[in-house]
């Protein structure tokens, strides 16, 4: 039984298994993908994509704007009314994680890993050959080394520990625009303070405007939990938001919602054997719009890692070192963000703020390197 076994398991699709799966097809390895759900779909997401995720994303071969990705030049940040607006220090795109999502599952398909949609594992078990995963249906598959990438979502035995921001909930909503708020927000990724909370508001492709945000679990509580007394507050705390969605039309029968989520997690040692990856390794908060790229990261240096010799515990030491700075900042700065509001008009005395929290809050350079050349090598095609 043991002769048959793929040698790489990776459990979930998202940015992390998809890029994990293409780069070690593409070392030669036999890869299996177990991903739980059947077809595209939406998550919750502010779907901002750093330029440290767009180079991944190209020298995987999958330039984000062929698949329609919207240009993003600047942040601006609002309170009860505008507080500050800057260029961002690099340039940046967004893109549904519809489209996203969904042609990396496709390209690590093409590239050989064998990916087997509407599986949802619900357990991993150590064996002696290796790993045994069992599915919802019954389902199983083993494999010699097993990496978990199923980024919000926990398996009941392999539970993440807390972070450091544990209070937050996360809500999604497409919107259509009037005209002339479209044309406002063009290339801009605006942010929202208020009362419990902040929202994202950026447009991706199809002409739609992605809301995300992230209330205390205590403000969504006061707000009778309901989608329309938040969206109420919101516009109510926020002369600019209002402008903004003003005439605006939902796209989503409901907001995606998502909650538990750990800010602020690093990576753990690892000692079980087990490769975590993406938001099981490390959660970065998301007005830092850095969680793909550290998936993204993640995943290729992994490989790489995998193809050297190196183990579990090994890549959970090299990713602590070089997350935990722009981690530990970046959620300092929300649970700011959150409890005293005010503080953010710290970024009209100095204009610069916002532009040098941008720049921290990123994957440093030298780790960038390890990860990205080897990939630039290999000749990958276009999706
Ligand atoms: C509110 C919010 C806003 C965000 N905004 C941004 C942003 O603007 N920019 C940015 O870069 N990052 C953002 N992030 C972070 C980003 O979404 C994550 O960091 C990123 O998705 C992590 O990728 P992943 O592959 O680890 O996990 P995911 O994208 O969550 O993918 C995991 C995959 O595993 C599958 N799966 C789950 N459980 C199982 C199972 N048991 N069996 C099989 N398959 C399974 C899922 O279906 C999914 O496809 C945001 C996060 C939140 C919560």
């Known amino acids: 039984m043991s002769e048959s076994f793929p040698e790489v398991l990776i459990v979930g699709g998202g940015p992390a298994g998809s890029a994990l799966g293409i780069a070690l097809a593409r070392r030669g390895r036999e890869v299996v993908l177990l991903e739980q759900s059947a077809a595209a779909h939406h998550k919750v997401c502010g779907e901002f994509l750093s330029y440290e995720a767009v180079g991944y994303l190209e020298s995987l071969g999958l330039p984000p704007r062929a698949l329609g990705a919207v240009a993003i030049h600047g942040v601006r940040l609002h309170a009860r009314t505008t507080i500050a607006a800057c260029a961002l220090p690099f340039s940046a795109l967004s893109l549904t994680r519809f489209a996203l999502d ?15 949609r509407g599986w949802r594992v619900e357990s991993l078990t150590q064996t002696q050959y290796g790993w045994q995963a069992r599915a919802t249906g019954g389902e199983e598959h083993s494999a010699r080394a097993v990496f978990l990438a199923t980024g919000k979502h926990d398996l009941s035995s392999y539970r993440r520990p807390r972070g450091t921001q544990n209070n937050l909930v996360g809500f999604k909503m497409y919107f259509r625009l009037t005209v002339a708020q479209r044309q406002a927000l063009d290339g801009w990724v605006e942010l929202f303070l208020f009362p419990g909370g902040y929202a994202g508001l950026q447009m991706v492709e199809g002409e739609q405007t992605n809301l995300c945000l992230l209330v205390t679990r205590e403000w969504l509580a006061r707000c009778g939990g309901a989608w329309a007394a938040l969206l109420a507050h919101m516009r109510g705390a ?22 538990s989520i750990p800010y602020g997690m690093l990576p753990g040692n690892a000692a079980d ?6 938001d099981q390794a490390a959660v970065i908060p ?22 050297r010799g190196a183990d579990a515990a090994e890549f959970a030491q090299a990713m602590r070192a070089q997350y935990c700075t722009q981690v530990q900042l970046a959620t300092a700065i929300s649970r700011i963000m ?29 780790a960038r390197k390890t990860a990205v050349p080897e990939m630039r090598h290999n000749g990958a095609g276009q999706v």
């Open 238 to 259: 926020s002369q600019p938001l209002a402008e903004r969605l003003d005439g605006a039309t939902p796209l989503l029968a409901k907001p995606l919602a998502v909650s």
């Open 338 to 366: 959150v409890s005293a509001p005010a503080a953010a008009q710290a970024a009209r005395l100095w204009p610069g703020l916002m532009g040098r929290i941008a720049a921290r809050t990123r994957i440093p350079l030298a």
């Open 273 to 278: 054997g087990l490769w975590r990856l993406g």
């Open 102 to 116: 969904e042609a990396l599952l496709t390209l690590a398909l093409r590239e050989g890993v064998e990916v087997h």
């Open 286 to 307: 998301s007005f830092a719009g850095d969680g793909m790229a550290m998936a993204l990261h993640g995943a290729l240096l992994s490989a790489e890692m995998y193809e």
